[in-house]
């Protein structure tokens, strides 16, 4: 199989910021041709600077620009003219935006009933909070994510983009298992897929989720922590390293070795796991490991662990990580053709990882390219004389 299966799939993308353009930027990394569709002046993301935006770069590499005016009827029009050319439509408007321009679902899709035509909003599209504004934060703040993350009481901010993230790789496996469908299907039609900030981010709590049903009470930041043994620990370098010990009970004395702690494997406190996940053992435990790998650096814990087969891992910065050899390895992390730092789909095909190379597209660059697929050239330069397309060459 080639690393890029969606060579032919062709997306047309109505989309601004992160959650849309990350489905459309993952869907393009697999080949298939992403046309973003941007206001006049561009898109919100560029931020007035254009290609010099990082973020805009990030999530929109790769793909194609054509600059329409959408509150005008002949940009609309331009649009519908365009919709039988494409498998997909993307759009992250307020619930009823689309509707209102005349791009709804079921006038998109009686153009074109192949269309899969994918929907993101910030709650869905009824309800109580439809009409609600909502951004990354919104969706963390309502999906519990910011009071799963911190101590009861406490509640701050997370240090990251999380909920716009899952929610463009939840619409791009929407998109996927909806491509897969209509081909599979008789009819050989697309489908509306839906999915929203708050939804999505049921894919990150679910394992918290569980554990209230289990316990029920909501959990916080240390909750889980007894449970799966996790251990978060300072050294005496300054770099911290984490141990993860509820697999194999194998590991609970390669630990005690390693600290040079034999005493430890026999305190009552800790015998099992069943004592050790005891809130007030974990707490002690917790103290004892503190004060062990105040001694030692990182460097040196990292290798007294391995070689105890302890799971481990240091904490690293974002820096380390992009450095680190397995990283590396893995060709996770990739360039656009300025330098910026491109990360790659998190898959491999027949051990070949998509690669993004590709430039950032000016604000329509593309539109003369891809309209005169439609239209006759003196009328793709009749649209950008009387303003309703832009072109940038």
């Known amino acids: 199989m080639s690393s890029k299966p969606l060579a032919g799939v062709r997306v047309l993308e109505v989309g601004a910021y992160i959650s849309a353009p990350y489905a459309g930027m993952l869907l393009s990394a697999l080949g298939a041709d992403v046309v973003k569709i941007e206001p006049l002046d561009g898109e919100a993301f560029r931020r007035g ?13 790769g793909k194609r620009s054509v600059a329409v005016d959408l509150k005008s009827p002949e940009g609309v029009r331009l649009i ?7 498998d997909v439509l993307t759009e992250n408007m307020r619930p009823g935006k689309m509707e209102k321009l005349g791009l709804g679902v079921e006038v998109c899709r009686e153009i074109n009933p192949r269309l899969v035509y994918a929907s993101v909003s910030g709650f869905g599209s009824g309800g109580p909070l439809s009409d609600r504004p909502a951004y990354d934060t919104i969706g963390q703040s309502y999906g519990g994510f910011y009071h799963m993350m911190n101590d009861e009481g406490h509640a701050r901010l997370t240090g990251t983009c999380l909920a716009d993230l899952i929610t463009g790789v939840s619409a791009t496996m929407g998109i996927l298992a909806a491509l897969l469908g209509r081909e599979r299907s008789r ?8 999915t929203s900030l708050l939804e999505a981010i ?3 709590t679910i394992d918290a989720i569980t554990q209230r049903s289990e316990t029920s009470q909501d959990p916080t930041r240390e909750s889980r922590h007894p449970q799966a043994q996790n251990f978060c620990l300072n050294t005496a370098s300054g770099g911290a390293v984490t141990l993860h010990l509820s697999g194999s009970e194998k590991f609970w004395a390669a630990l005690t070795r390693a600290i040079e702690r034999p005493d430890l494997f026999d305190d009552p406190r800790f015998r099992r796991y069943s004592d050790r996940v005891v809130p007030e053992n974990y707490r002690a435990l917790v103290a004892i490991l503190e004060e062990a790998f105040a001694t030692r650096s990182r460097d040196e814990w990292e290798r007294r662990l391995a070689e105890a087969d302890v799971p481990y891992a240091p904490v690293l910065s974002l820096s380390e990580l992009a450095a680190h050899p397995q990283v590396r390895w893995l060709e996770l992390m990739g360039a656009s053709p300025d330098g ?3 990360v790659r789909p998190p898959w491999r095909f027949d051990g070949q990882r998509p690669q993004r190379g590709e430039p950032t597209a000016h604000v329509g660059e593309h539109t003369r390219q891809v309209l005169r697929e439609i239209l006759s ?5 009749a649209l950008i004389a009387n303003g309703t397309v832009a072109s940038a060459g």
Not at 50 to 60: E, I, L, R, T
Not at 377 to 381: F, G, P
């Open 202 to 204: 049921s894919l990150l």
């Open 377 to 381: 050239e003196s009328e793709v330069e």
């Open 340 to 342: 910026q730092t491109l």
């Open 187 to 194: 009819e050989g039609t697309g489908a509306l897929v839906e």
């Open 80 to 86: 519908k003219t365009l919709l039988p050319q494409f």
């Open 49 to 61: 600077i254009g290609n010099a935006s990082h973020y805009f770069v990030q999530y929109n590499a």
